[in-house]
Structure formats: C-alpha cells, structure tokens
C-alpha cells in the first residue's frame, strides 16, 4: 500500500479558496490513480476529483466543476486540489486515495486512503 499523507484543510469562508496537499510515499503501479473524497456526518462518502501521476485524464464532479482544480507533481509525489468559490455545502473531511485503476478509484475502491483533513466552509 501506499502511504498517503493529506495537509491543507482548514476554516475559511464562503467564497474564500483553498488548496490541498496529498503527498504519496512513492508512485508505483498501485498508485497509478490518485484523488479526492470527502465525507461529511451521516453521509457516505463522495468522489470529487482524480488524476492521473502524467496529469491527464481529470474528473470532477458535477457539484465541483469549475470551482476546483486537480493537479500532479511527479517530482514531488504529490496531489494538489485547488478549491476556489467555496460554499457551506463543500463543508467535510477530505480523503486522498489511490490505486492501479481509475475507474475502481472513482467508486470509491482506493487501495490506499489518507487519514483526512477537515475543509470548515462558513456562510
């Protein structure tokens, strides 16, 4: 497994930005699909974007699109999601998460998961 290590939450808010750090232990095969989740009480827990460790493909989710930004640093081994135009409702724990498949990553099937960061969004 990858070790995933995830920084950059905090309070902020509505309208205001934020961006994300996920650092991975190493790029391998089992992290060949990097992302976002986030998950607030009560509730399951959500896609909201991924990558790939070339950059390329992006997905986001509908609530998301255009207001964050999902990008990769091969030399640093990390992730970053840029969160602009926040609003109460994006208000959660973030996850970062890998794995060798985009398409199992983006349901929710990460081999590998981060402890969180908590993102507070306040009206």
């Known amino acids: 497994q990858v070790q995933l290590v995830e920084s950059g939450g905090g309070l902020v808010q509505a309208g205001g930005s934020l961006r994300l750090s996920c650092a991975a232990s190493?790029?391998?095969?089992?992290?060949?699909?990097m992302g976002w989740f986030r998950q607030t009480p009560g509730k399951e827990r959500e896609f909201v974007s991924a990558?790939?460790?070339?950059?390329?493909?992006?997905y986001y989710a509908e609530s998301v699109k255009g207001r964050f930004t999902i990008s990769a640093d091969i030399t640093k081994n990390t992730i970053y999601l840029q969160m602009n135009s926040l609003k109460p409702e994006d208000t959660a724990v973030y996850y970062c998460?890998?794995?060798?498949?985009?398409?199992?990553?983006?349901?929710?099937?990460?081999?590998?998961w981060g402890q969180g960061t908590q993102v507070t969004v306040s009206s």
């Open positions: 998460a890998a794995d060798a498949t985009m398409s199992k990553l983006r349901i929710g099937g990460g081999g590998s």
């Open positions: 990558i790939t460790w070339s950059g390329r493909p992006t």
């Open positions: 190493e790029r391998t095969f089992s992290s060949y699909a």
